[in-house]
């Protein structure tokens, strides 16, 4: 069982193309997106993002619990650009506390690694709630601060975000997560609303999600398309 899982990474590996958060804040968490889901008490992923030409992403990341309602958790983005010419490198430290069912509250401090790449601190309240058996909406309010989310001048970058999800069972998971953001002072420049269906399929304790995030309503900041597939494993 255990070569099985071995093979389904490796083949994951070689045949991933991936994508960009369009925006950055979006990805400043230890989770691969928003999931409302507990953590197990041990699991590791990795993926690879592109936006369909010579920019990619390979984000790895190591979570679990660190007591019945907390989640901790660590992710390392490496961002390339122009086919390696460009290497970026930021980390990620979070923790999540669950209070009253689906509720949480999460705190990540995101570090660039280059000179280039700054700091900040993002803190999150989601909630997941079920409307029928099979299908759940997942909510999220964010606040983004310093210099790395909101740039020199400005306060605070704020972050909304829904995903409706159909559950086929435990193995299938059908998402679309539609999400918004934009800076206090900034709005008009930075504003963002992206759409993103996902498809999650479980092997065992082995989950593949693959993704394509689709940028609307501004041509200037945000009319890029991207794809990423992800995969996470319980241990």
């Not at 590996?13 to 409302?36: C, I, V």
């Not at 619990?65 to 980390?91: C, H, M, P, R, T």
Request: net charge negative; glycine share 10%.
């Amino acid at each position: 069982m255990r070569s099985y899982r071995l093979v389904i990474f490796a083949l994951v590996a070689l045949l991933a193309t991936n994508s960009f958060a369009l925006d950055r804040m979006w990805n400043m968490r230890y989770t691969y997106g928003p999931d409302s889901r507990p953590a197990p008490k041990f699991a590791a992923g990795f993926g690879m993002r592109s936006n369909f030409g010579d920019d990619l992403l390979f984000p790895i990341n190591l979570m679990g619990q660190l007591a019945k309602d907390w989640d901790l958790g660590a992710k390392v983005d490496i961002y390339s650009y122009n086919q390696l010419d460009n290497i970026e490198a930021s980390v990620d430290f979070g923790g999540r506390f669950r209070f009253s069912g689906s509720n949480y509250l999460e705190l990540d401090g995101y570090f660039g690694l280059n000179r280039n790449t700054g700091s900040a601190i993002v803190v999150t309240y989601g909630k997941e709630d079920y409307i029928a058996k099979n299908f759940s909406n997942a909510y999220e309010a964010r606040a983004g601060f310093l210099e790395g989310v909101t740039d020199k001048d400005g306060f605070v970058k704020l972050a909304f975000g829904t995903t409706p999800t159909l559950h086929f069972g435990r193995a299938v998971l059908c998402m679309i997560e539609i999400n918004t953001s934009g800076s206090v002072g900034h709005i008009k420049d930075d504003f963002m609303v992206d759409i993103i269906p996902k498809l999650e399929v479980g092997f065992g304790s082995t989950r593949i999600r693959v993704e394509m995030d689709i940028g609307i309503l501004q041509e200037d900041n945000n009319d890029q398309k991207s794809i990423a597939l992800y995969v996470m494993n319980a241990f």
